[in-house]
């Protein structure tokens, strides 16, 4: 059984400050409520303080949007998994969208990112998901096996079932176009055709594959009953922590 995850992720939004007022109401709402792993996501800035707030509580875990796939250097301006692990940092977004397209990242790069947290014992939740224009062209499954294959290339059976994977259709990403619970259930199920073809199928079966793409209270449930969607990824609606607190708890009960 596949416990369901739904993680925040605050993108460029949050101060310290923000973060601290978010989480007194957020932690408030969801009570001990632990039907579903929750991962908060703020900016480099405020995972200091979260990670001080959280604490070991079960209540929720701490995640990191990005990071460098070297330990250290001359990197200006980035961050290395290291550095995440100090702070108590539990989960890296890898490959988000955001970051291949206005970032440059690659299928490559995302690979040697995800190599490089699980060498630090972080879980990668590694972003995949089709453009509009691919949709339209019919290559949904070719994308998608194609980012599977590279950006989860040499990993074993342990290190794949840590990982999360994260269907987010590009043009579902903060446009307030969802997709349907149908159309999301046919490119989980055919996310985990893949990875049972290309590892096997026990394997495939523990793997979390979360739906992303302006998930919000009002959809969460019914995307959330549908067989392979293990969880959100959720953008816009992670930043008001009732809103939040209700899609936790609709995933906790599906
Ligand atoms: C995201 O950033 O991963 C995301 C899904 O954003 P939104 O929920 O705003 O569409």
Redesign the pocket.
Known sequence: MRKKII?A?W?MHMTVSEAEAFLHTFLHEIGDEAGAEVVIVPPFTALAKVSEILGRGQAAKLGAQNMHAEKSGAFTGEISAPMLRELYVRYV?LG???RRTIFGETDEVVNRKVRAALDAALKPIV?IGETLEQRDAGQVEAVLHSQIEKGLHGLNTKELSDAVI?Y?PVW?????R?ASPQQAQEAHAFIRKTLSEMWDAATADKVRIQY?????PQNAAELMREPDIDG???????LDPRGFAEIVKAAAHH
Do not use: D, P, W, Y
């Open positions: 993680a992720n993108k977004v988000h969208s955001e972003c994260a987010e579902a990403i903060g446009t307030g969802t992303g793409g302006s998930v919000k959100a990824l959720v953008g816009g609606a992670s």
